[in-house]
């Protein structure tokens, strides 16, 4: 088992920043990836970004591209989305999810899921 919790949302202007952080605890970190997914006001979770076991990988859906990078600590047993320039589209809620080994872009995918932080952002 592994346990996850999202902290740093809230609420932004339009072209300001925010950094969410994402706490494991259970198992060793490092043994699983860890994905970012979105979920806005009446649409379906969707993929942000994921960052491979040591960090070595990272990806992006394109409407994030450029705007928010993915890291992780393994010795903190933490994850980080640095988000900036960010657009009211970004509003919704975020979760950080982990999957053992091998990052994936599907949600349906991930073992573990935290409960997920608030990001509004304001035009």
């Known amino acids: 088992q592994v346990q996850l919790a999202e902290s740093g949302g809230g609420l932004v202007q339009a072209g300001g920043s925010l950094r969410l952080s994402c706490a494991a605890s259970?198992?060793?970190?490092?043994?699983?990836?860890m994905g970012w997914f979105r979920q806005a006001p009446g649409k379906e979770r969707e993929f942000v970004a994921y960052?491979?076991?040591?960090?070595?990988?990272?990806a992006y859906a394109d409407s994030v591209k450029g705007r928010f990078t993915i890291s992780r600590d393994n010795a903190k047993n933490t994850g980080y989305l640095q988000m900036n320039s960010l657009k009211p589209e970004d509003t919704g809620i975020y979760f950080c999810?982990?999957?053992?080994?091998?990052?994936?872009?599907?949600?349906?995918?991930?073992?573990?899921w935290g409960q997920g932080t608030q990001v509004t952002v304001s035009s």
């Open positions: 259970g198992r060793t970190f490092s043994n699983y990836a």
């Open positions: 960052i491979t076991r040591y960090g070595g990988t990272t």
């Open positions: 999810a982990a999957r053992r080994v091998t990052a994936s872009t599907r949600r349906e995918e991930y073992d573990y």
